[in-house]
């Protein structure tokens, strides 16, 4: 830390001071011992026998004067008194210049760190505050992102809603004004406000399992299962939709038992998501795959794969974040709430596991890491670790 011109003067004069008063007391110290020892024969013909008996060194240095002795004493005893007085000054400056700083920061000065180094123990006090600082930015910034995504959410919701919302009321309306011309006309109508209705209720229920599933202390029903056997029947299931869209799909196992604990249901729904995904964007491809391999006795990877067009670069640090969907025109048609992906990620998570994808022009992948055991979680790789986590 660098003083201020002020300070350096202020420093020296204080050196100059100390120095002052302590010859002052010494001299005074010497002449009180002085007079004492030549008001008193015995102390003095004790002082005479006593420097008589002291040898100092491989010579046998004797000391003849006592005073040099005496002053030489007073003089290191003084260059230390000195000596602490300036350290304690001067760290008395380190700490007015730390106050300066934090009074900086706190006005408003968030982006300013104390720039300064120290020695001793008043490093870790400025070295925890810049800490403290950049924790307290992180959370404001955190807050502002939270605050920022639960605007989204509403907007997002919102939009959703309305959109269906106002088709209902249109459609029933011209029905509550017997504004049609035909039961025919009636029919549709009504079939079209149907149709409506069950696409809100479908982001309903998104909605209440997404926000179910960010919960942290959700509980799991959990139990032994066999995620290979799991993968075959999911496949199985998929087929006759798949055919209709051109597509095969199939599960590619490592071995024929994969056991690891897990809630099958919350799982199935993973899987379930994936490859619905495949199917609705997957549009030029002809294969989806599940492939399951066993990477450690503690770790599964599975990998939902498929060969439809590849997923923009810009698209796969956002493809789990909720309401995304890489197509922007939210068509009903294509997509389905644009929760299906972020809930997936919620329900891995709560596993214990992670989540990633993967897409180039030859194959789009989406990669799931599972612990075998629940209370045996996966450390999440940093290259995939999102701020904050």
Do not use: C
């Not at 400056?93 to 408003?108: K, S, T, V």
């Not at 202390?217 to 029947?233: F, G, H, K, V, Y």
């Not at 290259?383 to 986590?389: M, V």
Request: glycine share 6%; no cysteine.
């Amino acid at each position: 830390m660098k003083l201020t011109t002020r300070e350096k003067s202020a420093l020296f004069m204080e050196g100059v001071v100390t120095v002052i008063l302590l010859l002052m007391l010494n001299l005074a110290l010497l002449v009180l011992i002085v007079q004492a020892i030549e008001s008193n024969p015995g102390l003095r013909d004790g002082i005479f026998i006593i420097k008589r008996s002291v040898v100092l060194g491989p010579n046998h240095f004797q000391i003849w004067s006592w005073e040099n002795l005496f002053i030489g004493l007073m003089l290191v005893a003084d260059a230390l008194v000195v000596w602490w007085r300036l350290i304690r000054r001067y760290r008395q400056m380190q700490l007015r210049h730390i106050i300066d700083e934090l009074h900086y920061i706190a006005n408003g000065h968030f982006d300013h760190r104390i720039p300064f180094r120290v020695s001793g123990d008043v490093q870790r006090v400025v070295d925890s505050v810049n800490a403290l600082v950049d924790s307290v930015i992180n959370s404001m910034d955190e807050e502002r992102a939270i605050e920022k995504s639960k605007d989204e959410l509403i907007t997002n919701v919102s939009h959703d809603i309305r959109t269906p919302l106002t088709s209902i009321i249109g459609y029933l309306g011209l029905i509550e004004d017997q504004q049609y011309h035909s039961e025919d006309d009636l029919l549709k109508y009504t079939h079209t406000a149907f149709l409506k209705s069950k696409q809100m209720k479908s982001l309903v229920d998104d909605l209440f399992e997404y926000t179910k599933v960010r919960q942290t202390d959700t509980p799991l029903s959990l139990t032994s299962i066999n995620l290979a056997a799991m993968l075959e029947q999911l496949g199985a299931s998929f087929e006759l939709e798949a055919q209709k869209k051109g597509m095969t799909i199939g599960a590619v196992n490592s071995s024929e038992t994969m056991m690891m604990e897990a809630d099958p249901e919350k799982l199935v729904r993973v899987f379930n998501n994936l490859v619905s995904n495949a199917l609705k964007y997957g549009d030029g491809g002809k294969h989806i795959n599940l492939v399951a391999k066993q990477l450690s006795p503690k770790e599964l990877e599975v990998r939902v794969t498929n060969d439809g067009p590849k997923i923009p670069k810009e698209s796969l640090n956002m493809i789990f974040e909720r309401f995304y969907r890489v197509e922007e025109s939210r068509s009903k048609e294509t997509g389905g709430t644009g929760l299906g992906l972020a809930i997936a990620q919620s329900i891995v998570a709560l596993h214990g596991g992670y989540i990633y994808v993967e897409s180039d022009d030859a194959l789009t992948s989406f990669v799931i890491h599972l612990p075998v055991k629940h209370d045996q979680p996966l450390e999440i790789p940093q290259r995939l670790k999102t701020p904050g986590q």
